[in-house]
């Protein structure tokens, strides 16, 4: 699976973004997919993950309430639509397939990363 986000950007504090994940491959339908993000000086965290069907999603506390993970298997894409954005939501914006948890994820759990998207939040 190749994977390519896009949609990062420059936004005001409070203003939303989408972002996008498009993908290659047969095997999109059978992975999880996942949104991490870097900061500045911090280490990757998880942010969002959607299993492969759709119908389950489990979030980061710090994106709870403000972003929604989705995705659209005919056209093996998935976004991340990002609300209420603050600055510390600055970051490389990276998609991955690889498992599903109602727990969080690490770096390990994935098998295949994007390039990143970068958003910058201004306040």
């Known amino acids: 699976v190749q994977l390519q986000a896009s949609g990062g950007g420059l936004v005001q504090a409070g203003g939303s973004l989408r972002l996008s994940c498009a993908a290659s491959?047969?095997?999109?339908?059978?992975?999880?997919m996942s949104w991490f993000r870097r900061a500045p000086g911090k280490e990757r965290e998880f942010v969002a993950v959607i299993n492969y069907s759709g119908g389950r999603t489990n979030y980061a506390d710090s994106v709870k309430g403000r972003f929604t993970i989705s995705r659209d298997n005919a056209k093996k894409k998935v976004f991340l639509q990002m609300n209420s954005l603050n600055a510390e939501d600055s970051a490389v914006y990276y998609c991955a397939a690889g498992y599903y948890s109602d727990y969080g994820l690490t770096e390990d759990d994935m098998d295949y990363w994007g390039k990143g998207t970068l958003v910058t939040v201004s306040s």
């Open positions: 491959g047969r095997t999109f339908g059978t992975y999880a």
